[in-house]
Nanobody, 113 residues
Framework: QVRLVESGGDSVRTGGSLKLSCAAY????????MDWYRQAPGKEREWVST???????TYSDSVKGRFTTSRDNSKKIMYLQMASLKIEDTALYYC???????WGQGTQVTVSS
């Protein structure tokens, strides 16, 4: 059974940094592409980043240059390193098994001035 567990969310000031984690269970994590998404209050869920099994990454324009996605296949964990955080980065952040209905429960990131 696929299970994804996000952690690392917190409240930070603008310009600050934060690192989120997504622990994967129940599938061969090294073989699969993974996504990060986020959902701000009152808004649709938004794609943030994708990482391929070989570590290749893509990012939305809104986070490119500030966020870095990585993975540790031996630990079955995906990371989202966030820097230069803005108020508009405030959201519930989710990881997802690519092209599937398997989502984590989310971890809250709140950025304030």
């Amino acid at each position: 059974q696929v299970r994804l567990v996000e952690s690392g969310g917190d409240s930070v000031r603008t310009g600050g940094s934060l690192k989120l984690s997504c622990a994967a269970y129940g599938f061969e994590f090294p073989r699969y592409t993974m996504d990060w998404y986020r959902q701000a209050p009152g808004k649709e869920r938004e794609w943030v980043s994708t990482i391929a099994p070989n570590g290749g990454t893509t990012y939305s324009d809104s986070v490119k240059g500030r966020f870095t996605t990585s993975r540790d296949n031996s630990k079955k964990i995906m990371y989202l390193q966030m820097a230069s955080l803005k108020i508009e980065d405030t959201a519930l952040y989710y990881c997802r098994l690519y092209n599937s209905a398997n989502w984590g429960q989310g971890t809250q990131v709140t950025v304030s001035s």
